[in-house]
Nanobody
Framework: QVQLVESGGGLVQAGGSLRLSCAASGRTFSNYAMGWFRQAPGKEREFVAHISKSGGNTYYADFVKGRFTISRDNAKNTVYLQMNSLKPEDTAVYYC????????????WGQGTQVTISS
């Protein structure tokens, strides 16, 4: 089992920045690729960003490219999501997730952190 706890959400104005953190515990963090997802009210959960186990490879949804950056610190068992140039449409609950090794399944999820962007 991997336990994940997100933090760093809040209310900011459009154009502002936030950095989300996701602290992992329970298993060897560096064995897990990690992802960030989000879910806005009335919408389905959607993929935001992914980072490989070593941090050497990252992938982003088109709507965040150039604005968000995913990173990880395996020594601190933490993955981050730096969010810049925030827009009201970025308002959502943001979740981090750990992908089961050797699969494409994100099996472990945090409880989420609310991000609200005011216009």
């Amino acid at each position: 089992q991997v336990q994940l706890v997100e933090s760093g959400g809040g209310l900011v104005q459009a154009g502002g920045s936030l950095r989300l953190s996701c602290a992992a515990s329970g298993r060897t963090f560096s064995n897990y690729a990690m992802g960030w997802f989000r879910q806005a009210p009335g919408k389905e959960r959607e993929f935001v960003a992914h980072i490989s186990k070593s941090g050497g490879n990252t992938y982003y949804a088109d709507f965040v490219k150039g604005r968000f950056t995913i990173s990880r610190d395996n020594a601190k068992n933490t993955v981050y999501l730096q969010m810049n140039s925030l827009k009201p449409e970025d308002t959502a609950v943001y979740y981090c997730a750990a992908r089961t090794p050797f699969t494409t399944v994100y099996a472990y999820w945090g409880q989420g952190t609310q991000v609200t962007i005011s216009s």
